[in-house]
């Protein structure tokens, strides 16, 4: 189709422009002709653009005739700008290789570092003053300025070289750095205790692998020198009872500086760590050390709360009752009485646990009972949460896995404890699900984006198509 008087002898250059921009606008395919056009010019160089002009004319009013018009000025133009902008949109490339670089880019900086900034900062460490035992600790002073702040998280399962696929290994452990870096700088715990299971395959992993499990280890869980780390030894550590032996023991504790059985004190709280692993009660050499070590402390622990004379030679601690932290819980039949968005799964709720291998003994249960009387116990591997009282006087915390490969949603409690009292709270990490759906979100909009692209390219192949056809007749 072209524009000439031929096809319409009767109107007048203006009329005749007129209709044309009245056909551009009501006819697309007059449209995508005019932008094709431009196009074209922007493509050809100067003669071919010369040469199309040679086909319009130009009504003369001084002669009334139509006469050829005399070139326009050669004005170089990019093949990607098109001239008639209002009438086509405009995906050019380049706009759509920066829109993906930034969706991809933000979703990505979002997901894998901001994420963890706005849920930690949710939470807060939790008021003693508000908690059991009133307002004022043992010596009159207010509980706030004598309490320890504590961060406790269990099971983290660094996983080792024979069961872990490396992007499991790499998002995993990265997952967990960023939250621990994270927690350490927003919250700044005076101490942090780890409740078992660091590694994955601490129970049979050779020594090159064991050290780089370390190596790893050390690196995540990295921290300044006013926040103290201490970490308890758990069954993927050293093994279930049955795997466990002296090497993997003091492997563990060799790394770690310090014994799997101890007391650490601080402000004036006794924190007693126990090997539960090593509670088997059935006489093996490392159950009857770390008997002997725990029968040991709980004479000295009563000594200091009692301030008997007849405790000569006994070590001396803070004159109160322990906050006993381990790996496996005390006995419990099921999880059936647990409650909370991170307790176990209904349908796993009501399985019974079996002695020895997913809890304690009731028999070594009762012994840690009597021979501490701890105002609270907190331990791991379940790696749900769950708040039981035992006796009805002493309560105990089984604290979830801090890992994303074992939860969707993760999480660590932050304890206030004074020598009179204590106050908790739970701190969720952000859910796998949340991270999910935002990477699906972006790349559902990479789609659309790329879509309307593709639908401009296809408008643009179409109206190249429909000039071959004009050429062709
Ligand atoms: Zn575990
Ligand atoms: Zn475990």
Redesign the pocket.
């Known amino acids: 189709m072209t524009f000439s008087p031929a096809n319409h002898p009767s109107s007048s250059p203006q009329t005749h422009n007129q209709a044309r921009s009245q056909a551009r606008r009501e006819n697309p395919e007059v449209s995508c002709f005019a932008f094709v056009l431009s196009l074209r010019a922007a493509l050809h160089d100067e003669h071919h653009s010369a040469g199309d002009l040679s086909s319009v004319r130009v009504w003369r009013e001084e002669d009334a005739s139509w006469t050829a018009p005399s070139p326009p000025p050669v004005r170089k133009v990019r093949a990607s700008q098109p001239q008639n902008n209002a009438e086509m949109p405009r995906f050019s490339a380049r706009w759509v290789v920066l829109l993906v670089l930034i969706l991809l880019v933000g979703a990505f900086f979002y997901c894998e570092y901001l994420i963890y900034f706005p849920t930690i900062l949710k939470c807060a460490w939790p008021k003693i003053s508000h908690a059991r035992g009133g307002g004022e600790g043992i010596d009159g002073r207010p509980l706030d300025s004598t309490s320890v702040r504590a961060m406790v998280l269990?099971?983290t399962?660094l996983l080792g070289a024979v069961g872990g696929h490396w992007f499991d290994k790499l998002r995993r452990e990265w997952q967990m750095e960023r939250a621990f870096q994270t927690a350490l700088w927003l919250l700044k715990p005076e101490i942090v205790f780890i409740l078992?299971?660091i590694f994955d395959e601490g129970k049979w992993s050779s020594q090159k692998h064991w050290e780089d499990d370390v190596r790893r280890f050390h690196r995540m869980f990295r921290h300044s020198a006013e926040t103290e780390l201490v970490v308890l030894v758990?069954?993927?550590d050293i093994g279930f009872h049955y795997e466990m032996d002296w090497f993997k023991l003091q492997r563990f504790e060799k790394v770690f500086n310090a014994s799997s059985t101890r007391i650490v004190t601080k402000k004036g709280v006794n924190f007693l760590l126990v090997n539960s692993v090593a509670l088997h009660g059935d006489g093996c050499p490392i159950c009857q050390s770390v008997e002997k070590e725990l029968i040991k402390l709980s004479r000295d622990l009563n000594c200091s709360l009692q301030n008997s004379g007849s405790c000569e030679g006994s070590q001396t601690y803070p004159p109160t009752p322990p906050i006993m932290l381990q790996?496996y819980p005390l006995f419990r039949v099921s999880d059936a009485g647990c409650t909370g968005r991170d307790a176990a799964p209904p349908e796993e709720r009501h399985l019974l646990f079996r002695e020895k291998y997913d809890v304690l003994s009731k028999e070594a249960s009762q012994r840690l009972l009597q021979w501490f009387k701890p105002r609270l116990i907190l331990s791991?591997?379940?790696?749900s949460g769950c708040e039981v009282l035992h006796d009805n006087k002493y309560p105990e915390i089984s604290v979830p896995?801090f890992s994303w490969r074992?939860r969707n949603n993760p999480s660590f409690i932050l304890a206030s404890v004074s020598p009179g009292s204590f106050a908790m709270s739970k701190c969720f990490l952000p859910e796998e699900s949340t991270v999910i759906g935002v990477y699906c979100s972006a790349g559902g909009c990479l789609l659309l984006l790329l879509l309307a692209h593709c639908v401009w390219m296809k408008g643009l192949l179409q109206c190249l198509s429909l000039l071959g056809k004009h050429k062709s007749l």
């Open positions: 269990s099971d399962h078992g299971d758990g069954n993927h790996h791991g591997h379940t790696h896995s074992n």
